[in-house]
Every structure is written in C-alpha cells, then in structure tokens.
C-alpha cells in the first residue's frame, strides 16, 4: 500500500509540475505575441495624436493669416487618403467660396509629389507643405486638423471617415466657412 501512495504522490506532482509549466509558457507567450498596451500610473502618460488646446507647429506657416485653417495631413500611398477623394472635392467646393477658413495640405513627400497627388484626385489645396507627419503628432492618414489663428487645435479627425463623421465635419466648419 505503501508504494501506490508513494507512486500516486510522485505522479500528482508531476501532473501539478507540468501544469504550473504550461501556464508560466502561455502567460510567456501571450505577453510576448500580444503586448499589453495599458500604461501604469508610474508611467507619464504621452499623446498619440493632435491634442485639442495645443499649439500645431509646421514650419513656415502663419496662422494668423486667416480666422481658421483646416490642415489635410496626408500622404501618396495612403489608400484611406485616396478613398477620402470625394468628400475632400465636396470639402474644398464649400471652402473655395469662404473666406474665413484656410485650408493647407501637409505631406511628408515633397510639395511636388503631394501637389500631383491631390491633381490626380481632383483635390485642389491652396497650400502645401512638407512636414514629417510624427513632427506634427500626426500617426496616422488621413487626419484633419482644424486649427484658430494662434495655431491652437480646436478639433481634430483620423482615418477614413464614415459619411457620419464627414457630416460631422461639414457641420463643425459651417461656422468658419461663413
């Protein structure tokens, strides 16, 4: 009798031993195929994107020129920046006839290569300037930024938006392009 329990402790162990292992291996595992992305108290907590009430920095640009600007951040070879096209040519309809609202383009290619780009859409931006987009904490196209006349971000939209959130757009620049 003595030896079966002894032989039943022995294989208990080794079933608890090979569980405890598993686990530690799926936790190692997880952690590693699906980083956590929650930040702790400790750590300072950055922004991932335009922050409404900071200022927007792109070099050369005076934004007291006009009551608003509305920057495109865009670049060749986004497919949600091509597929935006024809709200951008509905966009760009309503702003033309407005004075109060500037809009400007900003690529991290050339002015060249981002002015053929918005041609071939049939977008036509006054403006364009180079600009490397994480400078301007832009991480991701297309996003647009609208902006009052001391730089300061007063909304801001990423991705390729649903008719929904164009709607939403249109209605938030209706005051400015008055």
Same mark, same amino acid.
């Given at each position: ?31 590693? $195929? ?136 249109? $209605? ?7």
């Amino acid at each position: 009798m003595k030896i079966s329990l002894s032989r039943s402790v022995e294989v208990c162990a080794n079933i608890a031993i090979i569980i405890v292992a598993i686990a530690i291996i799926s936790v190692l595992y997880r952690s590693y $195929r699906f980083p956590s992305t929650t930040i702790s108290s400790t750590e300072e907590k950055k922004p991932t994107g335009p922050v409404k009430g900071t200022k927007l920095d792109v070099r050369g640009v005076d934004w007291s020129q006009s009551k608003s600007t509305l920057v495109l951040a865009l670049q060749k070879g986004c497919h949600f920046c091509t597929e935006s096209a024809p709200f951008y040519q509905q966009l760009m309809q309503q702003v033309s006839r407005q004075h109060e609202l500037r809009v400007l383009a900003v690529f991290p290619q050339s002015p060249d290569d981002a002015r053929a780009y918005l041609e071939g859409l049939n977008v036509h931006v006054g403006e364009i300037k180079q600009a490397g987009l994480g400078g301007i904490r832009v991480n991701g196209t297309p996003t647009l930024i609208l902006v009052d006349q001391q730089g300061i971000i007063q909304q801001s939209w990423v991705g390729r938006l649903s008719p929904d959130r164009e709607a939403e757009v249109l $209605r938030f620049l209706k005051p400015n392009m008055s």
